[in-house]
């Protein structure tokens, strides 16, 4: 049974940082293109950064510079840290987990970028 467990989402001011995890089980973690996406109230839910099984990175212009995606592939663990963080980031954060059709989900954790 393959589990994404998303943890590290909270209340941060604008400016400030937030680290994401997600620990994956239940699967070939090095063998995953790993990404995270984001849905605020009212949107669809975007791509806000993604990492490939031989590491290399993509971001969306809206947090380039900002937010950093890395893997750690023996603790079977993807991260995003966010810095400099704005209160239009405020949104649900997704893990995602894909290899050729198989795709999975974590669950989501509330970040919320306020004063």
């Known amino acids: 049974q393959v589990q994404l467990v998303v943890s590290g989402g909270g209340l941060v001011q604008p400016g400030g940082s937030l680290t994401l995890s997600c620990a994956a089980s239940?699967?070939?973690?090095?063998?995953?293109?790993m990404s995270w996406y984001r849905q605020a109230p009212g949107k669809e839910r975007e791509l806000v950064a993604s990492i490939s099984d031989f590491g290399y990175r993509n971001y969306p212009n809206s947090v380039k510079g900002r937010f950093m995606i890395w893997r750690d592939d023996v603790k079977s663990r993807v991260y995003l840290q966010m810095s400099s963080l704005k209160p239009q980031d405020t949104a649900v954060y997704y893990c995602h987990a894909r290899y050729t059709r198989a795709v999975y989900w974590g669950q989501g954790t509330q970040v919320t970028v306020s004063p």
């Open positions: 239940g699967l070939t973690f090095t063998d995953y293109h």
